[in-house]
T-cell receptor, first 117, second 114 residues
């Protein structure tokens, strides 16, 4: 149980285009989903926290107009990187916190590798 | 503010040897502490966690960690390393006592030599 999927697993796009990444909790409902960014050989940095039905809360320094987050249902959150540039190339990982279980665990997706040319 | 320091970005051990990955934390409130493992090009998998209660926590794959408040440490150990343990390990502390936000250490890459 507690499986989180991400789609796509990798994507290559041209500079200036937008890319959407999906994060789904497959066997549980998630009230909260988190989006992280991981640069090569570095740790995960929290970008934003999204709660179903409300606006996402962004961490300091993260451009909300560039990284659009939508948490439309209890099992789906999307991250759209708008007008992507090479510096946005990174590994994006989402996590989900179950609605009904103890709140001390986040379950992570497998990540999406974005390469912007 | 919460923070995590992982001593040693790379640790190399021989198969069958003890694994010790060090983690020190800083927290203004009683911390929730986590260890995650990441295999190449994959997401994170929870190894173990400490919230309250017993300070020695046992996790999956034979790993365990001990919460030592006096030392602000949460080191990860495994008595005998296996080749499959080779991965990146991240220590994390929660913000605010729950799990609303996790602050991660920079990670320790474990190499297991045959």
């Amino acid at each position: 149980g507690a499986v989180v999927s991400q789609h796509p697993s990798w994507v290559i796009c041209k500079s200036g285009t937008s890319v959407k990444i999906e994060c789904r909790s497959l066997d549980f409902q998630a009230t909260t989903m988190f989006w992280y960014r991981q640069f090569p050989k570095q740790s995960l940095m929290l970008m934003a926290t999204s709660n179903e039905g409300s606006k996402a809360t962004y961490e300091q320094g993260v451009e909300k107009d560039k990284f659009l987050i939508n948490h439309a249902s209890l099992t789906l959150s999307t991250l759209t990187v708008t007008s992507a540039h090479p510096e946005d190339s990174s590994f994006y990982i989402c996590s989900a916190r179950p609605r009904v279980r103890r709140t001390d665990t986040q379950y992570f997706g497998p990540g999406t590798r974005l390469t912007v040319l | 503010a919460q923070s995590v320091t992982q001593l040693g970005s790379h640790v190399s051990v021989s198969e069958g040897a003890l694994v010790l990955l060090r983690c020190n934390y800083s927290s203004s409130v009683p911390p929730y502490l986590f260890w995650y493992v990441q295999y190449p090009n994959q997401g994170l998998q929870l190894l173990l966690k400490y919230t309250t209660g017993a300070t020695l926590v046992k996790g999956i794959n034979g790993f365990e960690a001990e919460f030592k408040k006096s030392e602000t440490s949460f080191h990860l150990t495994k008595p005998s390393a296996h080749m499959s343990d080779a991965a990146e390990y991240f220590c994390a502390v929660s913000v605010g006592g729950g799990s609303e936000k996790l602050v991660f250490g920079k990670g320790t890459k474990l190499t297991v030599n045959p």
